[in-house]
């Protein structure tokens, strides 16, 4: 075989690996990646279905209940303009409260019930995920803007 055939062969060759390497760091990307959503958009059908991704938001007050069993938990995280329910199996993070900030990490199930599998809390006094924070921002914005709208239809028929 000729220099020049070997050169070739060896940069196809390369060539190939790299490529080869490249997608198997893609697909473990791919896996790994948990997207965020607030409740709203998780309401709106734009979290994905089949893969997991978060949800962010404040714990509902009121909403926390444990189950028999000692370790899963309910409760419902909102965005102010919509709420999701959560179920968690697990020990909560010691920071977990009703009215503070969360992010959970999981899958929604058929039931429209958010299965998590990572609890996330705020890690001090004014700390909120920069994703809730927007998200809940967002959600406090779209709601006034409705309110602001359709403040109250008045009726049109008096009396006469």
């Known amino acids: 075989m000729k220099p020049r055939h070997q050169r ?9 690996l790299v490529a080869i390497a490249a997608a198997l760091v893609l697909n473990a990307f791919r896996g790994n990646v948990a997207f965020f959503f607030s409740p709203s958009e998780v309401a709106e059908h ?33 965005d102010t303009a919509k709420s999701i329910p959560v179920v968690y199996k697990g020990i909560l993070p010691d920071l977990f409260k009703e009215g503070k ?5 999981g899958r929604l199930g058929p039931d429209g019930v958010f299965q998590a599998s990572e609890v996330l809390a705020k890690h001090d006094e004014n700390y909120m995920p920069p994703e809730a924070a927007h998200a809940m921002s967002k959600a406090q914005a779209e709601k006034a803007a409705r309110s602001v ?9 008096g009396s006469k």
């Open 46 to 78: 734009k979290a994905p279905r089949d893969r997991a991704f978060r949800v962010g938001g404040m714990v509902e007050t009121g909403s926390l209940k444990r189950r028999a069993d000692g370790l899963t938990v309910e409760f419902v995280v909102t």
């Open 101 to 105: 900030g969360v992010v959970t990490q």
């Open 8 to 16: 070739m062969l060896a940069i196809g060759a390369g060539v190939a």
């Open 149 to 157: 709208a359709a403040p109250g239809v008045a009726g049109s028929g």
